[in-house]
């Protein structure tokens, strides 16, 4: 299936730290995007980067694709207590109309 | 801009019995979603609408699941009949791309969810 896997499923840090997730995924794809969920609310779009992208930024995010290795990374710098969430990839894979996510991972940051 | 909006956010329900979830996407977006979110998991598609159209629904458990999206607006998504396992957080969204064959696709925007306990 065309989910992508995060990795690692749980990291706790200190405000300030910088938080990294990583995800891969199985086939050829579109674009790869990340997203936010708060703990009982909906997904909130973060960033999308496409195929023939290698990296990507967004205010204190970074997102890097490396499409020979099929992952992505998810950087979160100078990490605030708003920070906490899930954070899910999600692949639009080539040939296929659907936006598969991964399993997520959940960041505390502690205050 | 007002968002993707569901009801109801909370439902509990036995099971055996019926349900059914209300989206309204963003204006304009041609592209409707309904994802399914098990506890502690990432959302799955269930069935994804453009226009009036099933664009995919094949991970939709058809013999219990059904979902319809009226003039290409509104969709409701019914359980009947419900089983303990579809206890779950049921996620609408929409798009204004995607849902066409070869159409990449785009940012979704996520409704708050409905969240359904079967008892």
């Known amino acids: 299936s065309q989910q992508g896997e995060e990795d690692p499923q749980a990291l706790s840090i200190q405000e300030g730290e910088n938080a990294t997730m990583n995800c891969s995924y199985k086939?050829?794809?579109?674009?790869l995007q990340w997203y936010r969920q708060n703990s009982g609310r909906g997904l909130v779009h973060l960033i999308l980067?496409?195929?023939?992208?290698r990296e990507k930024h967004s205010g204190r995010l970074r997102v890097t694709l490396d499409t020979s290795k099929k992952s992505s990374s998810l950087l979160i710098t100078a990490s605030r207590a708003a920070d906490t969430a899930s954070y899910f990839c999600a692949t639009d894979a080539e040939g296929n109309n659907r936006l598969a996510f991964g399993k997520g991972n959940q960041v505390v940051v502690i205050p | 801009e007002a968002g993707v909006a569901q009801s109801p956010r909370y439902k509990i329900i036995e099971k055996r019995q019926s349900v059914a979830f209300w989206c309204n996407p963003i204006?304009?977006?041609?592209?409707l979603y309904w994802y399914q979110q098990i506890l502690g998991q990432g959302p799955k598609l269930l069935i994804q609408?453009?226009?009036?159209?099933?664009?995919?629904d094949s991970q939709l458990p058809k013999d219990r699941f059904s979902a319809e999206r009226l003039k290409g607006v509104d969709s409701t998504l019914k359980i009947q009949p419900a089983k303990l396992e579809d206890s779950a957080v049921y996620l609408c969204?929409?798009?204004?791309?995607?849902?066409?064959?070869?159409?990449?696709?785009?940012?979704?925007?996520f409704g708050e969810g409905s969240r359904l306990t079967v008892l």
């Open positions: 609408f453009q226009n009036n159209g099933v664009v995919d």
């Open positions: 086939t050829s794809i579109n674009n």
């Open positions: 969204a929409s798009s204004s791309r995607g849902g066409r064959q070869g159409a990449n696709t785009g940012e979704l925007f």
């Open positions: 204006s304009g977006h041609a592209t």
């Open positions: 980067i496409r195929s023939n992208e």
